[in-house]
């Protein structure tokens, strides 16, 4: 989806490798892993899933394996519910350098009519069946699951989320397009949040695909590591 649907998995590299330098010189002595980052369960009109086949996702996978890259793995969970889309997921996280997502906006059966969303314990839960496969499973260290939200209905009780799980590390990641300003204010509602206090900052590039917007003029990467405070994951579509 977006540009990494344009290019190949080469190219990508080499652009996402290429914007994780400019962030590596803005951000001290954090560093910058660069990533792709995939749709593998893409939100269709009725709430269905269309799922990318799994061997094109593991092509991306051990492939970034090799370029030192991070994968991670979104689900738009649509008609289903989160416990759902999080099993289905869960099995990439045997790839050590996967991490895992879910969108709150596409959890409606009227995409592209209506934002949908999920609650606090929907969340908590989602985090729970994560550690628990990752323990059962005995895969080590820590990773991933971000969750994006640019509106306050898109996590319900927003208040009770919990984000202290050992293996699991919640990102909160304001997503939407528009203007800096406009931008600006969606991460700064996030901000609020700081039950959640990892956040992640999404950009859109100018595209031609029907009915799709984007930020006029983008933020650049120095005018995003000024963002209060400073977010930790960094997507671009």
């Known amino acids: 989806m977006g540009i990494l649907g344009l290019h190949s998995k080469e190219e990508i590299a ?18 910058a892993i660069p990533a792709y980052y995939i749709i593998y369960g893409t939100c269709w009109p009725g709430g269905e899933i269309g799922y990318l086949k799994d061997s094109i996702l593991e092509e991306y996978i051990l492939y970034a394996q ?33 991490h895992l997502a879910i969108d709150p906006e596409w959890r409606t ?6 934002i949908g969303s999920i609650t606090a ?17 005995g895969i080590s260290g820590i ?21 202290n799980l050992d293996r699991v590390l919640l990102v909160h990641t304001a997503d ?4 800096p ?7 700064a509602q996030n901000s609020k949040a700081e039950n959640i206090p990892v956040k992640g900052f999404k950009l859109f590039f100018k595209s031609d695909f029907p009915l799709a917007g984007w930020d006029n003029p983008l933020l650049s990467p120095a ?11 960094i997507i671009y579509q």
């Open 66 to 98: 090799q370029q030192g890259m991070l994968v991670f793995v979104d689900h738009q969970i649509g008609k289903h519910s989160v416990k759902e889309s999080m099993e289905r997921i869960l099995p990439f996280l045997r790839y050590p350098n996967v």
């Open 121 to 137: 314990e929907e969340l908590n839960q989602a985090q729970r069946i994560m550690q628990d496969y990752m323990v059962a499973n």
């Open 181 to 187: 300003s406009v931008k600006r204010n969606s991460y």
């Open 143 to 163: 990773r991933m699951l971000v969750v994006h939200q640019f509106q306050d209905k898109m996590i319900r009780d927003r208040d009770l989320v919990r984000a």
């Open 176 to 179: 939407g397009f528009g203007s």
């Open 223 to 233: 005018e995003v590591m000024a963002l209060e405070p400073r977010p930790s994951l």
């Open 109 to 114: 059966l009227k995409p592209m009519k209506e």
């Open 14 to 31: 080499r652009r996402v490798k290429a914007y994780a330098g400019y962030y590596d010189q803005e951000n001290g002595k954090d560093g």
